[in-house]
């Protein structure tokens, strides 16, 4: 299993994106990084693969619920998903 604490180094030369899009993509890009498929992290965290996938694509704004089955499923902290999604930016990340 490799380490995802790099989903949280950002690119200075990049505007941020929308909270949502990057939830989404660190939803996506730990997934990935655990070798599951949607289907896999659906069943394992209880939220319906469609509304997964829209989550991934940061087309709906998951509740904290939602939130915390996808941390669970995916085996993270939840503050791994949601950190800095503020906009602000952080060249240095703590490897966990």
Known sequence: MRNVGYLLKMNSNRPPLDPVRQFGLRVEVARLCRGMTQQ???LRSGVPQPHLSRIEQGLVEPGLVTVLRIAQALELDPGV???LLDGRREDAVRRG
């Open 81 to 83: 998903l949601l950190w």
């Open 40 to 42: 896999e992290a659906s």
